[in-house]
C-alpha cells in the first residue's frame, strides 16, 4: 500500500475530514502529519534491523580506510565486516577510541575495524582478497528515499506501524490523549519484528 492508500486512515483516527487528501500539499495540517509521519517512519526503521533494510559493500584490498555510502545508518549486529576470499573471517568491532588508535599504530595479526565519522576503518590493512561489509540503509522509503513526499511513496515495514504512530504523535503534539495509541503501536511494533524475522 502506497501512503495514498494509507492517509485516509490516519486522518480519519484524528479526525480530520479532506477530500483526495495529499501528503505533498503545503498546508499547515498536511506539512504536519507528514513531518510526524516521517519522524514516524525514521524511528520505527532505526529501532530494529529489517530485511529490506540490508546492504552489502564490497571493499578492495590493501586499504586502510573506507568511506561509507551516503545512506549508511548503522553497521548489522552480526557479522558486519568479512575479510574476502574463501575462508570466513569476521573482523572484530572496536568501540574504543582509546583502543583504536594503539591498534592503528601497533596492528597485530587479527584484523579489526572500527567506525569513525563517515568512515570505516581496519588494522591492519585488508589483504589482497579485501573485505565485505553489512550495513543497514537509513532509507526507509521504496526506491532509496530518507523520507516521504508523495501521495505514491511506501514504506518498507508494514503500514499499520506507520499509520499507528503517525497518529499518536499528531495526538501528543495536540494536547490530546495517546496512551493507548502507543501501547498498541509498541504490541504491532514487537509482533512485525518476529514477523519479519519469521520468528513464531
Do not use: H
Request: proline share 6%.
Amino acid at each position: 500500500m502506497s501512503i495514498g492508500d494509507i492517509l485516509p486512515y490516519i486522518l480519519d483516527e484524528i479526525g480530520i475530514n479532506l477530500e483526495n487528501p495529499q501528503i505533498s500539499q503545503n498546508t499547515f495540517q498536511m506539512k504536519q502529519i507528514r513531518s510526524f509521519m516521517n519522524d514516524a517512519g525514521r524511528d520505527i526503521w532505526s529501532r530494529t534491523e529489517w530485511q529490506q533494510g540490508f546492504k552489502d559493500l564490497n571493499i578492495l584490498g590493501g586499504l586502510s580506510l573506507v568511506i561509507l555510502p551516503d545512506d549508511f545508518l548503522k553497521m548489522t549486529e552480526n557479522g558486519a565486516v568479512e575479510l574476502g576470499g574463501d575462508q570466513y573471517a569476521p573482523l572484530r568491532n572496536v568501540t574504543s577510541p582509546q583502543m583504536w588508535q594503539l591498534l592503528a599504530k601497533r596492528p597485530s595479526q587479527t584484523p579489526y575495524f572500527f567506525l569513525e565519522g563517515g568512515s570505516l576503518n581496519f588494522s591492519p590493512d585488508l589483504p589482497a582478497d579485501g573485505a565485505s561489509a553489512k550495513y543497514i540503509t537509513k532509507n526507509w522509503v521504496e526506491g532509496d528515499k530518507y523520507e516521504i513526499t508523495t501521495n505514491s511513496d511506501s514504506a518498507l515495514f508494514p503500514n499499520p506501524l506507520l499509520i499507528m504512530s503517525t497518529v499518536w504523535r499528531y495526538l501528543r503534539k495536540n494536547g490530546l490523549p495517546y496512551d493507548d495509541q502507543i501501547a498498541q503501536s509498541e504490541s504491532e511494533f514487537m509482533e512485525a519484528i518476529k514477523a519479519d524475522r519469521a520468528i513464531a
